[in-house]
């Protein structure tokens, strides 16, 4: 490892040596007689590492040390002494030195330490790094990335959030979804309103719509009160209606009438009470293809899809997962009171390379966890989850070199199809976009190569593992 070095020793035909044999080690060195020089030397020109003599007449090396972390404490100082005492090492660890060897030594033995302390620097280096483009990337309040997908959906959050639109948020679970909905009502003309969620799977329907619309007193057993719905209570504000996939379909038709006639009726009343609010709505499933099977009513479906982002999955992020990990990890050390400050290369490789079907609730989990677990400054890939630190990205399987082993042009086509839709989490419109098919074409080549697959009894998820995910 190569680095700037300044040396400092009055002894000038040691400090002479001392450079002679870390230049031929591929430093570059800057030598100097006295702490004052050194100073000037240090204000003049970038320092990756100094090493200084502990004993010279003026500034000792123990006063230089205290300068430099003062004024520059991303600098580590390295102190030479020839005086190897008890006392030395607490005056050089108070003095904020990274090491100290005593003389004689070896010369291979500075090197391992000046390489010990260049990487210690490397590291605060790429810790500063990450934690400045954690804060420059949070463009929309907890939303962190810079990737290009990510900047295109906070775009798209920027032009939706000052109107009233009515928007649909999709993605998988774990993708931030609920931190998409909060950024469109925090930048919106509703911000200083309320905003209200309510996850539709968590609740039965009779729960759900006493929930949204409000009920009388005596409307159902332990209706003791009259109660406001959300929709009422939100007024001036937002709504994030989660989950809405999952809502019932006699509920979909309330919630419809809802939205277009911009009034509710509490349970167990007759008479109308008008709402003034705006509706976010978000999914984790394919709801065009739920509206196509029955399964969700094609009216709502058009309704709230005004206005549709599509929130990235963790896999399509590239470096955001680095960044996210870094936020996680200084929240979970802050939290837990650990002395953890990064992570070392091979975990880092570990977590680029895992396709994180979880998305960012599953990446802060195993960071947390290797926060956790860890004994190092900077986790290691042990300190992970066995399914991460294990995985491997699986080959596409089209043959070798042998003729016979060669796909035939349908099989290829197939393969890749279920892959692309594992990849986005079996949203078959979504599929559809990315392989240019329509969505007639889709449905019967999907429907053929189901029964193909039947025929064979290998599933989709064996597919996908062929190319890897």
Avoid at 8 to 27: S, Y
Avoid at 209 to 219: I, M, N, T, V, W
């Amino acid at each position: 490892m190569s680095g700037r070095v300044l040396l400092v020793d009055d002894e000038p035909a040691m400090c002479e040596l001392l450079a002679e044999q870390l230049q031929r080690r591929g430093f570059s060195v800057i030598a100097c007689l006295s702490g004052d020089a050194a100073i000037e030397k240090l204000r003049d020109g970038e320092i990756d590492v100094a090493v200084a003599d502990l004993n010279m007449p003026g500034m000792t090396g123990i006063s230089l040390c205290h300068h430099i972390t003062a004024n520059q404490p991303d600098v580590p100082v390295v102190l030479i002494t020839a005086f190897g005492s008890m006392e030395t090492a607490i005056a050089a660890i108070r003095a904020g030195a990274y090491d100290f060897l005593t003389k004689p030594f070896e010369i291979e033995e500075l090197v391992i330490v000046l390489e010990r302390a260049l990487a210690h620097r490397a590291l605060k280096d790429e810790v500063k790094r990450l934690r400045r483009a954690v804060t420059e990337s949070r463009r929309f309040g907890d939303i962190l990335g810079e990737s290009a997908p990510v900047r295109a959906m906070c775009d798209l959050v920027a032009r939706a959030a000052p109107s009233d639109a009515t928007v649909l948020i999709t993605g998988e679970s774990g993708t931030g979804k609920d931190l998409v909905a909060r950024a469109l009502h925090e930048r919106g003309t509703r911000a200083a309103g309320p905003f209200v969620a309510i996850n539709c799977a968590a609740l039965t329907e009779s729960l759900l719509e006493s929930e949204l619309f409000g009920h009388k007193r005596g409307a159902f057993t332990d209706a003791r009160e009259s109660r406001p719905g959300l929709l009422v209570q939100g007024r001036g504000g937002t709504v994030f209606l989660d989950e809405i996939g999952d809502m019932p379909l006699g509920m979909q038709a309330k919630l419809l009438r809802a939205i277009e006639s911009r009034t509710v009726r509490a349970v167990g009343s007759d008479t109308e009470t008008a709402i003034d609010v705006r509706f976010v709505a978000a999914t984790n499933r394919d709801l065009e293809s739920d509206a196509e099977e029955g399964r969700f009513r094609h009216d709502l479906f058009f309704r709230i899809n005004v206005i549709q982002i599509a929130v990235p999955s963790l896999r399509a992020r590239g470096n955001d997962v680095l960044l996210l990990a870094q936020h996680f990890l200084e929240r979970a050390a802050t939290r837990n009171g650990k002395a953890v400050i990064g992570f070392t290369q091979p975990a880092a490789e570990r977590l680029l390379g895992f396709p994180w079907p979880g998305n960012v609730r599953e990446l802060q989990n195993a960071v947390e966890r290797a926060v956790t677990l860890t004994t190092h400054e900077r986790f290691i890939p042990d300190d992970l989850p066995e399914r991460i630190r294990t995985h491997r990205r699986a080959a596409l399987a089209l043959g070798g070199e042998d003729v016979s082993a060669f796909l035939p042009m349908h099989e290829v086509e197939r393969r890749y199809f279920f892959h692309v839709l594992e990849s986005v989490g079996g949203n078959k419109t979504l599929a559809a976009r990315i392989l240019g098919f329509d969505r007639r074409t889709m449905y019967r080549k999907l429907e053929r190569w189901q029964r193909d697959q039947s025929d064979r009894g290998q599933s989709d998820k064996d597919v996908g593992e062929e190319f890897g995910s």
